[in-house]
C-alpha cells in the first residue's frame, strides 16, 4: 500500500489570538486536498496563498491508501502544521498547540504522575 498525504485549509482570527490556527476536519474546511506525495503539497499551498492571502496555514496528515483517514484526523488529529513565511517560505513544525494524546510510554510511571527512582541517578 502506498502512503498518501491530506492537507485542509486552517481557519485563523488575526484579531483574536495571532497565531492561533484552528485544524479544521478536510471535509469542512474552505479547502483541502489528498495527494500522493508531501511535495506535492507545496505547490497547492503557494496556490491557496494566491487565493486566500498570505496570512495562511494548513495542517497534514499521511495515511495509508484504504485506511480511513478521515477517523484517524478527527481521533488523532494532523501533526503538521504549514505557515508561509514572509519571503515565500513555508515553515513546517509539528502541531505543538495540540494536547498530548495517548498513554504514558512506560508503565514504571507512578498513579501520582511522579517518576520512579532511576538507580545511580
Not at 491557496?48 to 484517524?72: C, H, L, P
Not at 488523532?76 to 502541531?95: E, K, S, T, V
Not at 495540540?98 to 545511580?120: Q, Y
Amino acid at each position: 500500500m502506498s502512503q498518501m498525504w491530506v492537507m485542509a485549509l486552517g481557519d485563523r482570527d488575526p484579531h483574536d489570538l495571532p497565531n492561533y490556527v484552528e485544524d479544521v476536519h478536510p471535509l469542512a474546511a474552505r479547502a483541502s486536498v489528498v495527494v500522493d506525495d508531501f511535495a506535492d503539497l507545496f505547490p497547492i499551498f503557494k496556490g491557496w496563498r494566491e487565493v486566500y492571502g498570505d496570512d495562511i496555514a494548513t495542517y497534514a496528515m499521511s495515511f495509508e491508501e484504504g485506511e480511513d483517514w478521515q477517523s484517524k484526523w478527527a481521533e488523532c488529529g494532523p501533526p503538521f502544521r504549514l505557515d508561509h513565511i514572509p519571503g515565500g517560505w513555508i515553515q513546517i513544525r509539528p502541531d505543538t498547540d495540540a494536547a498530548p494524546k495517548g498513554r504514558a510510554p512506560s508503565a514504571l510511571g507512578l498513579a501520582d504522575g511522579t517518576a520512579p527512582a532511576v538507580e545511580g541517578a
